[in-house]
């Protein structure tokens, strides 16, 4: 009888399987960042921290510019372990990506996310004006940073953890306390929040119905 029955399982255990691995968190990918790109010499800087690496629309030698549609600095991998002074320079392809002010960034995901945790990677040295943001706002929600002003020397990573946000998109701004703020990377951590194909869900429901309908016949 079990030699019968038990394949008649597998289309259950499937569906149940495929839900599982869809809730697995990982690090997420990032398809494109909106924003204003980073400030520089023509807004008072010693260099420019322009995203000089951007890939989509906007002007990337610009302070100010609108830039749209691609990545860059924030999202290559390359995370800073100096202060900006020693990393940046005038060509502005520096690790920092800074501006004057407090940067609203959107970043956009290629399908809908759970984000479980956001790390933040800034400069928090003190010099010339530069610190961590005091908070980032996420969504709307604001988290204040109460090590912005312990100077940390140059890099510093501010973690999010618990957020539990859905969707394909999320805003960030650095909140910034004196002049500048700079940022060298941002990483998101969740997983993807899978809409299951039609036929994945019938045969999820096909093989529980199968298998209720086997254990009341074994009752009966």
């Excluded at 003190?126 to 943001?133: D, I, Q």
């Excluded at 940022?183 to 809409?195: A, K, R």
């Amino acid at each position: 009888m079990f030699r019968r029955t038990a394949p008649l399982f597998l289309p259950a255990l499937a569906a149940l399987a495929f839900f599982a691995a869809a809730a697995h968190a990982d690090p997420l990918t990032v398809s494109s960042y909106d924003m204003p790109n980073g400030d520089g010499q023509a807004a008072g800087g010693t260099y420019n921290y322009w995203d000089a690496t951007y890939n989509g629309s906007g002007h990337r030698h610009h302070d100010g510019s609108l830039l749209s549609g691609g990545t860059g600095a924030l999202t290559d991998g390359v995370i800073a372990t100096q202060p900006w002074d020693v990393v940046s320079n005038s060509q502005g392809t520096g690790e920092y990506v800074g501006w004057k002010g407090s940067p609203t960034i959107t970043f956009h995901f290629g399908s809908t996310v759970t984000i479980d945790s956001i790390t933040l990677y800034v400069d928090d040295s003190n010099v010339g004006g530069v610190t961590s943001p005091s908070a980032v706002v996420v969504g709307g929600t604001t988290y204040d940073n109460s090590n912005y002003a312990n100077y940390f020397g140059g890099a510093q990573a501010i973690k999010l953890s618990g957020l539990d946000i859905v969707g394909n998109s999320v805003t960030v701004t650095l909140v910034d306390p004196t002049s500048w703020v700079f940022m060298s990377e941002i990483t998101f951590d969740g997983f993807v929040t899978s809409v299951p194909e039609p036929g994945n869900v019938a045969m999820m429901l096909a093989g529980l119905g199968l298998m209720g309908w086997m254990a009341r016949r074994r009752r009966a």
